[in-house]
């Protein structure tokens, strides 16, 4: 049996050696020799093929992994990463200045346990990866403990970074970070950090108060930071700009460093982000502003004014134009104050106006108008104030400032909505991440709470297409009011909705947001709203100011009033864009009245007046009509340059595109106009108080 057994297995052998050759014999094995196997080493010839090229866009590029640390180079920048703290800096070549930068504040990251603040350097589980691109060359630094990966791209004179979560839904992953942190520098003359707070402003290294604000500002108006030095300077400007903002670590005798803080969308960093930091030898706010308009018009966000103009006639109406305001109806529920302006005395004011100044141009901004007054009631402003003339009241106010030729706009708001209103609803508001409504009770109406921008659309269009289709009836505003233009009050904001739904991300927020205003702007209305984004920019013709950051006002004086040194920043950017009316001599601004007049001579802003005039008041009126003269002819233009000429910043000068130089000495009161077909000066003019 066991030699059976043997000689079954010897034929099951001998058939296992006949396969084998079988299967070589086949033309498909054929194949294997080494010969053929440039098909699998095709990869290795296309890599020394894919280097010539890089080698020519990316010239001395070099990037290699040493012990805990990343090299990158190119002939502008050298780069180096610690992966360990996960900070870098950056050599710039041409000038010699390295950007050594400090750890950033703690990582808030949610964890199995809980959330945890976790300095960088603690986070585990790091590993870096070094990559090469046809533009240049590129590491990726993983934060396992984070859930997050941070990848660095070295192009020309520019380092990318990239923030990548990497969970995959359950912890660890990364809440909120910031990201690159401070850098490190000794204070010096001619140092300063370049902030888009507002109007815009720079905080000097010295000479100025610490600007420390490690939580930042909701009014930031454009999405880049910058900080010169007086070897070289640096312009972050973030692609990725929804969920962020710009923080300031400002210790005592140190200077001023901008970072970008990402916050969490929805309790995590939830998609990349991305900011790219370019490197200069010299370079001030001035370059850096210009050098943010040439991104922003990559984005589509310069749209010109001119351009606005060619799509809707009634922009044009704004060049030397001024705003009128006129408040009908004042209803206060705190202070149980009923005040009426009747629509036919507006009428007659504008009328009044528009006879005795003689100009040409002007927005005639009405509020006040609705149901019961100014910030009343919202959303259900119809019918028209009653006390003031009702419906027919309105509608003649509408046809007298339009045979004037003036813009006829109406105040409107869908962001505050009043709890006695008729619609209000509770399932209309947006919540917080705890599930509360954003309530106040300091307007004219009361107690009120925050509108789902998701909900808005419909109130808007209801109010200005359908009208009141119960008792009173009122017609809709479009044919009603017939207004040519339209302010939105209070938009523009940046808030997540937690509402379970209707839940909006800070992104979705501004896409709902983008399509009340496209709609306003589809029935040719002049289109402005109170807080100036430069994301709607294009879909926009004024703001309703953009003043400078100031600092509280008790217990502070003219010269000390504002944060840091004001520049024109976003008027640098977007002046040829938008229209930015400015009250001179505005209560709560720390400007006396001739530095204010100065301030918005030298920045191409249009006056705004309340109506009606009152006695007395007609000298200041022409007085300062001179600003919408001058605008009439640089209204449009782009502001090509802003230039301190002394260096207690009290002499300025700026010019725009058609070279009409406005230049001012808040010092000695004057100012000086140069290029002006009508208006240059010979000399300096005197403002008087």
Known sequence: MAARKKAAKKPAKKAAKKKAPRRAAKPPAKKKPVKKKPAKKKPVKKKPAHKRPSSKKAAGTKSKKRGRSWEGENEHLAVRVEIQTGCFAVLD???????????????????????????????????????????????????????????????????????????????????????????????????YAVLPIKQGLIVPDIGVPEFDHPRGYVDQAMSFFGVVRPEGSMLAIVDTDTDW?????HAP???????????????????????????????????????????????????????????????????????LTASICTHDTRRFKHEVWPFREA???????????????????????????YDNLHPDVLPPCADAGGAAGLEALGERVRSLGYLFGLHDQYWDTYYDAPSFDESLLILDKDGRPMRNNMWAGGLQAKMCAAKALDFLKRNWETGKTDYPRSRGLLELAKPTASYLDCFIMNYECHHPDHPLTRSQLRDAIGEILSYARSKNVVLSVEHAADWAVPLLDMVFWLPHLQKPIEGRDAASGYHGVPVPLFNLVYHDCLVVPARIGRSGDYLTYQESYLRELLYGSIPIFSLPLTEGVEPRVRKELFLSYMHSESGFDEMVEHKFLSEDYRIQRTTFASGITVLVDFEHKAYGVQGSEMFSTVGAVRVEP
Not at 245 to 249: D, G, K, N, V, Y
Not at 363 to 369: K, L, Q, R, S
Request: aromatic fraction near 8%; hydrophobic fraction near 35%; charge should be positive.
């Open 253 to 323: 005798g140190s200077t001023c460093m901008p970072c970008a803080w990402w916050r969490s969308s929805f309790g995590s960093l939830a998609y990349p982000r991305e900011i790219r930091l370019s490197f200069a030898k010299g370079g001030a706010y001035l370059t850096q502003a210009k050098e943010y308009r040439r991104w922003a018009d990559g984005k589509g966000r310069v749209k010109t004014l001119a351009e606005k103009a060619e799509e809707n006639p009634n922009v044009e109406k704004l060049l030397g134009a001024c705003r």
């Open 93 to 191: 070549k041409e000038s010699g200045l390295t950007w050594q930068m400090l750890p950033p504040p703690p990582v808030r990251v949610r964890t199995r346990g809980g959330v945890e603040e976790l300095p960088l350097a603690n986070i585990a589980g790091k590993s870096l990866k070094a990559k090469r691109s046809k533009a240049g060359v590129r590491a990726e630094l993983t934060l396992k403990g984070a859930g997050l990966k941070l990848v660095f791209s070295l192009e020309g004179r520019e380092l990318g970074i990239r923030l990548e979560p990497t969970s995959k839904g359950g912890p660890p992953f990364t809440e909120e970070i910031v990201y690159p942190g401070p850098f490190a520098f000794e204070r010096a003359a001619g140092g």
């Open 347 to 373: 009428a007659a004011a504008v009328d009044h106006f528009r006879r005795r100044m003689g100009l040409e141009n002007a927005e005639v901004h009405i509020d006040g108008w609705g149901a019961r007054g």
């Open 245 to 249: 903002r710009i923080i300031t670590r």
